[in-house]
């Protein structure tokens, strides 16, 4: 399991703090009120301030921040591909020091895309089949 250490730092938690009380703020504003329904409800374990709005209650937008915050799971990287000393796999996705053993997936990505990781995995793994089947001869 990959341990992220989302939000350990405090000008991440800061930043997302930031945001979310400009985002409700706006949200609570002129015509935005048309258009935008806020959640009135509070999020369970966190508490809010008696005396100010909820824009101003810092210690529920962290308690809010650090509850609700996910990410969409794009980790990437982790298998290095390159020639490097620091890759883990080489151009023909094989594993450096290990026989028989291959990387397909997106794992291999010295850096993350700009985009979704989905398309590019796919042309990986279909360039992996084809690398596995000329690499043994085989027709599958």
Not at 103 to 125: K, L, Q, R
Request: net charge neutral; charged share 15%.
């Amino acid at each position: 399991m990959l341990d992220t250490q989302y939000l350990t730092n405090s000008y991440d938690i800061k930043a997302l703090v930031d945001a979310i009380r400009k985002a409700i703020i706006l949200g609570n504003s002129g015509n935005f009120t048309r258009y935008v329904k806020m959640w009135r409800q509070p999020i369970p374990g966190c508490s809010l301030c008696s005396n100010v709005p909820i824009w101003n209650c810092m210690s529920y937008l962290e308690c809010y921040a650090r509850t609700v915050t996910n990410t969409v799971g794009h980790q990437v990287g982790t298998c290095k591909m390159g020639n490097s000393t620091d890759s883990v796999v080489d151009e023909r996705l094989r594993v450096r020091g290990v026989q028989g053993l291959r990387v397909v997936d997106a794992s291999i990505y010295p850096d993350i895309t700009n985009g979704n990781t989905n398309a590019p995995t796919i042309m990986i793994a279909e360039h992996g089949v084809q690398m596995i089947i000329n690499d043994n001869n085989s027709n599958l």
